[in-house]
């Protein structure tokens, strides 16, 4: 079947919302830097949030889920990218004019309508990636489109709001943010779920993502775009996948989640053919492993720590049914009650040797709980209140398999290629006017003026052939997130244009798998490397050793050079150093000076001299 016609069979809707920072000179309310170089680090300042009522009087319940959590923030602040603002200390400053010129200039990109005052609003966000608890983000676009082959896609809203902090780490009790991106201008573009299949939903993100750094206004990098997709089918439910940062796994991991709702309709019909049901009842249970082996459950029950069971009818032979790669419907359970704080669960479906339990510990669970033949079982050990706030959350979503696939928020694992829960997905209740900032009129001969700077796909793709050479490279370009970045080099530096496509395409991939962070060298190291490269003073094999070296500034490249004696041998040094290689094989000639100055001759100025 073709796999337009199976997903169509499926009822799938699918749609997008994609996420891309500005490159502006300062943040959206503030004059801090927003280009997350090295920076020193000042201070902390630490934070405990809670839901408050939206615009509309109601509490959300993805910021409700969130503030239940009761965990604390820590935040750490830098001297040149964190200010007043950022820590909801000041009130924002005049909105940044440059970041709203570039959200207009993309939204008459996707041929939207413009409203006449720009709204800044606050949105609630309360799982701490921003100290105040909300979001700054206002319309700037609506009923625009794009088109992907000879499919319309409608594009209903834009907006331009501000980035969050970024995770460093997290606990149960604590999570630790750093606040230099925060603030930096986002804009978030948003499909109306008409997208038939996976491969069309990564062919739209490509789309999006091409014309975004056609405008030459966006930053680069791994984290600078992410593309959250909504999807649905047929008797299942909406879920958000989010955090996407790799577009070649965006069909993938929308398979498995197809393959993981679809499973969990299986499993439905099956436990309501057992007549399954979920009471949300538990039972402590500790003096039952008041002498158990398990090592797992004597260190959560130290210190006052409990055990409570709960009992799953007709749960038995399918609580652990696999439902994706690595994951089962005990995962799902899991992951529930992992939100408060616990490392996860013990459920009956599993190998309960793994743990240690004794066959008189197993019985006596399933003893006290009343456990039938169909029946399973759950256990969490742990703090009493984290238990037992646990334990029913757990008991929550085992119900929900009986009855329904909940609408969640869901965060993609690129290793497993799945996804897992988040949190509840958001409603519209976490909206409310900021009061701090005037809305902002939108001047109708500046919306006439972005019609000349419309990026345009094909001229560009013809430009980039004219200057590459190379077709294929040229239809790689014009597809990466390295497209700005070969536009500054290519300009700035005057290197061979098709080196430079080669380096940032396929060099550049290669030397990342390897480990190395070479998106963190900066942008304008790059060009002084390249621009070292077309003055004839280093070779190409000494740039790769150069960006090898991760250089953070000028004169750490000048130290690598140093170090590793990366400067060119040529012209006359070149034709005297020859001098003292002996032979009359020019291929034995070129092998044995390559060996020994690989870093240092231009193999084309070498096999030249020796013609």
Known sequence: MHEADYYKGLGFKCGLEIHQRLATEHKLFCACDPNLAEDEEIGKIERVQRAVAGELGKVDVSTSFESAKKRTFTYNMFRRSTCLVDIDEEPPHNLNMEALDVALLIAATFNSGVPDEIEVMRKGVVDGSDPSGFQRTMQVGYAGSLEVGKKRIP?????????????????????????????IPLIEIDTDPVIATPQECKEVAFRIGMLLRLTGKVQRGI????????????????????????????????????????????????????????????????????????KMIRDNTKNGGVVYGARLDGFAGIIGSTINPNRRLGTEVSDYAKVSGIKGIIHSDEDLRKYSLSESEINATRSNLGCKENDAFILVSGPEQS????????????????????????????????????????????????????????????????????????????????????????EQMIKSVQLPLYNLISSESGADRK????????????????????????????????????????????????????????????????????????????????GSFKGEDRGAIIKAVMSKYRLNVDGEELNSLLK
């Not at 907006?159 to 460093?168: A, D, Q, R």
């Not at 929900?400 to 497993?416: F, G, H, K, Q, W």
């Not at 060298?521 to 621009?531: D, G, M, S």
């Open 387 to 474: 238990v037992k706030v646990a334990i029913s959350r757990a008991l929550t979503r085992a119900a929900l398999a009986v009855n329904e696939i909940p609408s969640e928020t869901r965060a993609v694992d690129s290793v497993n290629l799945t996804t897992k829960f988040l949190r509840p997905i958001p409603g519209g209740a976490r909206l409310y006017p900021e009061t701090d900032a005037m809305p902002v009129g939108v001047d109708k001969d500046v919306l006439e003026k972005l019609g000349s700077k419309i990026p345009n796909i094909e001229a560009t793709q013809a430009r980039l052939q004219k200057e590459i050479g190379n077709a294929q490279l040229a």
């Open 155 to 183: 594009i209903p809203s834009i907006f331009l709001e501000e980035e969050s902090s970024g995770i460093v780490s997290q606990s149960t009790e604590n999570v630790l943010y750093d606040t230099d991106r925060l603030g």
């Open 499 to 578: 080196f430079v496509a080669a380096f940032l395409l396929e060099k550049m991939k290669e030397l990342r798998r390897s480990g190395l962070e070479v998106d963190a060298v900066p942008e304008n190291v790059l060009v002084y490397i390249f621009k070292g490269y077309a003055n004839g003073n280093l070779t190409k094999n000494a740039v790769e050793e150069l960006v090898k070296g991760l250089p953070v500034n000028i004169d750490s490249v000048e130290s690598i050079v140093s170090q590793k004696k990366l400067s060119r041998i040529s012209g006359k040094e070149l034709s005297k150093l020859l």
């Open 223 to 294: 984290g600078s775009i992410r593309q959250d997709v909504n999807l649905s089918i047929s008797g299942g439910a909406r879920v958000e996948l989010k955090g996407f940062q790799e577009l070649e796994i965006v069909d993938v991991i929308i398979e498995n989640e197809v393959e993981r709702q679809l499973n969990l309709l299986k499993l439905r019909d099956k436990l309501r053919e057992r007549h399954a049901k979920v009471e949300n009842t538990s039972l402590d249970l500790t003096k039952v492993f008041s002498q158990t082996d398990s």
